[in-house]
């Protein structure tokens, strides 16, 4: 295993380069199943999610040339199964976008339950409503989603919830389907915008799509196509955020300020000075502490639910007493109990936690409970007194690119080692 180090106390400056987002890779590379021709997508964040994506269309048959660190050229080709087990995708979330690609390629899908990270409940019976909507028939068998349909129609589907998984897979099921498709509630996050740019650049019909009615007017085939990722708009986040903890001035290059309004609005509130540039921000800490303030994490345009435990540890050691209500997860505390060793003071209840600053937090050996609790835990290591060890680094990788390196160059005092068991176990091989 692997775990980083911080010694903290050093102040953040310089620039940071943001990498292509997350949550829109792992929907694009699936959606490339639909393509008659090779996709070339650029931009493409290196991070352990992301090469699992990429993985499992090797392992149904795709072809894959890589170009560079963050440019694949995929052949979808000469996929052959639609079969997907949980050895191909208990790791994470995104492996539910096969059902949708699947469908949309084979109309047929049978795919393991999705991974990801632990929030509580994460269903899928609104991905499951909209594959019905389109005429699929959908069963758990033995374990397995199984979908099959012996056509695909455009039908209107009213989401429950506003959910992004949702959303990114009935428009992959619909995107070659028969007819028109109306998704009512849908999602309006960035990488929504992106997949819907992605399919049209190969030659879909979808208008809508980052408002809350998506149309999808289903089309025969999907060419190739060359597409690069939009930049990350949660990792920005999180070098905006360690920027002020640390009371620094870093410049974010690489983003879009549009998709960071409601993180950039926030950080103002705690005092934090920030500059727009086209494709970078320029953020400073105030030299007094941040001020407190109340968040509501929620769907986009509002603040992001996967930016909340990083905006937490801000809080905890800002100047007051601030709120934190989680508006989308049942249980994304869990984390609370790693700061808490670390001094913070922080009341839970439910989805709802009260922060009470302290001037200080103190180092102690934590460890990331999912992706973003872990990226939270290294920022109150930056700021913590002492020497501050994250365990379960395994989290951290899934969604942050040279995270050790970006801020090392930023400053910190920051490295990753290998522990004792991951000796023991190489010596046992
Ligand atoms: C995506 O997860 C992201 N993951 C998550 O980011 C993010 O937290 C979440 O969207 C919300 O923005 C990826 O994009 C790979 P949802 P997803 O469907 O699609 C409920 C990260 O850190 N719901 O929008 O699983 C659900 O329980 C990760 O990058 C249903 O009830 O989230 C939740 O309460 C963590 N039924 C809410 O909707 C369904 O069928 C939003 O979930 C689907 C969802």
Not at 11 to 33: C, F, H, Q, Y
Not at 76 to 97: C, D, E
Not at 281 to 291: F, G, Q, T, W
């Amino acid at each position: 295993m692997e775990k980083i180090i911080i010694n903290g106390g050093h102040i953040l400056r310089g620039e940071v380069t943001i990498s292509g987002a997350k949550n829109a890779a792992v929907a694009i590379i699936p959606a490339v199943m639909l393509s008659d021709g090779i996709c070339r997508i650029e931009n493409i964040p290196c991070i352990s999610d992301v090469n699992a994506i990429i993985r499992i269309l090797y392992d149904l048959g795709a072809s894959i040339k890589v170009i560079d660190k963050s440019t694949v050229e995929i052949d979808p080709s000469h996929i052959n199964s639609f079969v997907l087990p949980s050895s191909m995708t208990s790791g994470m979330r995104a492996s539910s976008y096969f059902i949708g690609a699947m469908l949309g390629r084979f109309k047929k899908a049978r795919v393991a339950p999705p991974g990801g990270c632990d929030f509580g409940v994460r269903p899928i019976d609104q991905h499951i409503k909209g594959f019905e909507a389109l005429g699929a028939k959908v069963i758990i068998d033995n374990g397995m989603v199984d979908a099959r349909a012996e056509t695909l129609t455009g039908s209107s589907i009213f989401l429950d919830k506003v959910s992004v998984g949702a959303t990114v897979n009935i428009m992959l099921a619909a995107v070659k389907a028969t007819g028109l498709t109306i998704i009512e509630n849908s999602a309006k996050e960035p990488h929504i915008v992106d997949l819907a740019n992605f399919l049209n650049s190969m030659g879909a019909n979808i208008m809508g799509a980052g408002t809350d009615v998506i149309k999808i007017r289903g089309v025969k085939t999907l060419h190739g196509t060359t597409y690069s990722i939009i930049p990350d708009q949660i990792e920005a986040g999180t070098y905006m955020i360690a920027a002020v903890a640390t009371k620094g001035e870093v410049l974010v290059k690489n983003v879009i300020p549009k998709h960071l309004e409601s993180i950039t609005a926030k950080l103002i509130e705690t005092g934090a000075l920030i500059e727009e540039f086209d494709d970078s921000i320029m953020i400073r800490s105030n030299p007094n502490r941040p001020k407190s303030c109340s968040v509501l994490t929620m769907p986009h345009p509002s603040f992001p639910t996967d930016m909340q435990p990083q905006m937490t540890t801000l809080l905890a050691i800002a100047d007051g007493v601030s709120t934190v209500t989680e508006g989308v997860w049942d249980n994304r505390f869990r984390y609370v109990d790693q700061l808490t060793l670390m001094g913070a003071k922080i009341k839970v209840d439910g989805r709802f936690a009260v922060v009470t600053g302290v001037e200080m937090l103190s180092s102690a050996p934590v460890h990331a409970s999912d992706l973003r609790a872990g990226a939270a835990m290294i920022i109150a290591g930056l700021v913590a007194n002492g020497t501050t060890e994250v365990d379960n680094i395994e989290y951290i990788d899934r969604g942050y690119e040279d995270i050790v390196e970006k801020l090392g160059a930023l400053g910190a005092d920051i490295k990753r080692v290998r522990t004792a068991d991951s000796n023991l176990r190489k010596a046992a091989l």
